[in-house]
């Protein structure tokens, strides 16, 4: 059935002349492909008597054609006059669109046809297509595209309807809207419900404003107050006000925005963060460090493949928590002289505790003078002042948020150790909670969602079986944990924890290992590349996965004062239910 002019505010710019649904649509374009552009959001719609149904696509590419190749390699401007070169072109040459079909959604009998006539069996029609809805209890709603459009079915660009029909109106509290489609400046959510029931990543190369996109992100799951969020802050952007590196603005911090939400958590006693007191410091006891936090040291401290065994003998002689601190104790090289004469290992040294626990001294002292390393850091004390890591879960449960500022102590080493430390504690309690409140009822655990940067130091192929956060990335999800996890080498990430990501925001990336390594697992994937590549290197991201319906570019939300008024408001008077919400009284 032939389609006319489509109705609406988007006029009709082509019509489908075939394609698959592997493969995606071909559109024949009836404007000027410079009104086109890839990544757009269109619309085929179809219709019947009987029925009609909307598909929801993005244009791939664009392809020029001709129906003789003749045509497209000659100039006929040049041999005909103006009038008869544009009558010869219009009727030879052609722009085809690429389309790749997403979502499609039954729209029920309409009471005109395509050409604006009225359908005579539209009243039976609809009646009985009502009647069968009714009987399932359920409306109509957008599902993935099972079939295809008819020939010559017309195609406009979405509308503002359109979007919200598939991406969630912006007025629903749950629906953060991320940025604008880039032809018409529609409004794009995610569903942060979605986006906290699985782990997510951000991704992008370096300098396409991957911080900035973050704190978009953290500011709306803040304000929607779902669930708690822990930010591993290793370069100190997130808590206090910072200055961009390229604009020299100032850069508003969460803290700033949500004060009685918000904690910075400084690392090591008397840190500072920015010049300012953080609200707490963060000291680790030696108690806390168990074998599994060294073993995850492994490539950092290139130690040796007789590691475990000497750990292992380390708990045996003095229990899991003492090791650590006994084994700093120990001395290398400390020896005394016997009655006899003889000069054997002093009490107070490794060699002499290694041929006690039946280890070769050797391997025993080097790993003594390897671990020297973490022996030394000032953030890692016999007896903290308090017990911060406590404090720091006792805050993410009653909902607060907590951003760990590293201050000064930004080496790998320290962030590897700290952050698997804790996450390996707040595992074991949200795993113990989330057990007690399926056993016994309850309270039920709030959610959590940990905020990794330079996730590929933690979740690398070789490091991956050994952090907590891989765990956290497959299973923690039934437990109320997930991960939003930020990146500028998705690559390196080990691709077991990838596929496991629901809601992937991606930035232009050059590299094909990234884009492949952004898109696996994903429908269409190869059909994304060229799109995610062609992003501008600002401003511009690929919404995929879990807490979207289907991909599509967006010009990104910009994190300035205009952001903060739409998000917040723009009245600097705040109703009761607001500020005690803000409070923790929910």
Known sequence: MTQGNLSGLNPKIGYVV????????????????QEIQEGGFVVVETETEQNSWHFYGLITDLQLGSTDPRFADEQTEARFPAGLASLLQGQTLFTNLEVLPALMLERGPQPEDSQGKPNPNYQEAYTRWRAALDATGEEPRPMPVKTVPVHHAGVRLAQAGDVAEIFG??????????????????????????FIQRSSGIFGATGTGKSFLTRIILSGLIHYNKSSVLVFDMHNEYGFDDTASDTGSRVVGLRTKFPTRVRVVGLGRGASIRGKAPDFNLELSEKDIQPTDIDMLTRELNLK???????????????????????????????????DGKKVPAPDSVAYWANQAGVHPAAAEGLRSKLNRVFNLPYVVENPA??????????????????????????????????????RRIRAEWEKRTNHYRSHGGQEPRPLVIVVEEAHKLLNREMASQTTFSTIARELRKYYVTLLIIDQRPSQIYDEVMSQLGTRISGWLGDDADIHAVLSGLAGREALRGMLAHLQPKE????????VPMPIPVRSRRYDDKFWEELLGRSTKR???QILGELGFD
């Not at 928590?321 to 006994?326: G, I, K, L, T, V």
């Not at 805050?395 to 080496?411: C, D, N």
């Open 540 to 547: 511009e991201v690929l919404l995929l996965g879990w807490g």
């Open 169 to 194: 109106k912006p007025d629903k509290p749950e629906n953060f809207v991320v940025g604008y489609t880039r032809e018409q400046d529609h409004p794009v959510c995610i569903d942060l419900d979605k």
């Open 575 to 577: 109703r009761t239910d």
């Open 386 to 423: 308090a017990d911060s890591l406590a404090e720091i879960i006792k805050a993410l449960e009653a909902g607060q948020h907590v951003v760990l500022s590293f201050g000064e102590h930004e080496s790998d080493l320290d962030y590897l150790l700290v952050t698997n430390l804790l996450s």
């Open 305 to 339: 493949e007789t590691t475990p065994t000497t750990l292992d003998a380390l708990v045996m002689s003095f229990g899991r928590e003492n090791w650590f601190h006994e084994f700093k104790e120990m001395k290398i090289g400390s020896i005394i002289e016997t009655e």
């Open 18 to 33: 075939g394609g698959s649904l592997k493969n995606g649509l071909q559109i024949r374009l009836e404007v000027q492909p």
